[in-house]
């Protein structure tokens, strides 16, 4: 791992290719797990408000999750996570056209319709974040749904870090993005790390 800011970064954000390729996974990881995706204790707010927004996308059995137990829950670890139907599917998920799992909140942010993309976690996500005394760990996580997107990544040639930069951006600032640039070109020339995609 390496210091960026006030962060610790794994180096698998830059040794590990990653591209999403929803065409192949078809969303599982909307749909897939035990739990709901993690939540921030203020994003809980901001979804309920934008409930009315996106209620008509969601599933019969969602709502019925929500108006039973709201749109958040506590997991078996003691996390914030957004709620799930069953055995994983988030409640905020939809099966467009193509029958690919998607996100509500994003579809309506998409439209215009919201100024929230959707939960951090999520966009962040092969990322997960762990917080300590002093620092955030930037972690990678390694999920067998997510295989499409390895192969895809490793044939575009796209590092990890690349591919996230929108939501890192989101989460961290430009600052620390762009040092987050210099550090992987750091680790590149010193050898410590081969940097995915590159020849």
């Not at 990322?127 to 749904?145: D, I, P, Q």
Request: aromatic share 10%; charged share 30%; net charge negative.
């Amino acid at each position: 791992m390496v210091q960026v800011g006030d962060t610790i970064v794994s180096f698998d954000l830059f040794e590990k290719a990653f591209l999403c390729d929803i065409a192949s996974c078809k969303g599982q990881c909307c749909v897939e797990g035990d739990a709901g995706a993690p939540l921030e204790d203020e994003e809980v707010a901001i979804i309920e408000n934008l409930l009315p927004v996106i209620w008509d996308d969601l599933s019969e059995k969602a709502k019925r999750v929500i108006d039973k137990q709201g749109v958040s829950t506590i997991d078996v670890e003691g996390d914030l996570v957004t709620s799930i139907v069953g055995n994983g599917e988030c409640v905020f998920s939809y099966q467009d056209e193509e029958g690919n799992c998607k996100c509500a909140i994003e579809k309506a942010f998409r439209e215009g319709k919201v100024d929230f993309y959707k939960p951090i976690s999520c966009h962040l996500y092969p990322v997960r974040l762990a917080e300590y005394a002093g620092y955030t760990a930037v972690n990678f996580h390694k999920w067998e749904v997510c295989k499409a997107a390895f192969e895809l990544g490793k044939v575009k040639g796209v590092a990890a870090y690349k591919f996230l930069k929108e939501p890192l951006v989101r989460r961290f600032g430009e600052d620390w993005y762009r040092e987050l640039e210099v550090t992987a070109k750091e680790l590149d020339k010193s050898g410590y790390v081969k940097i995915a995609g590159k020849k």
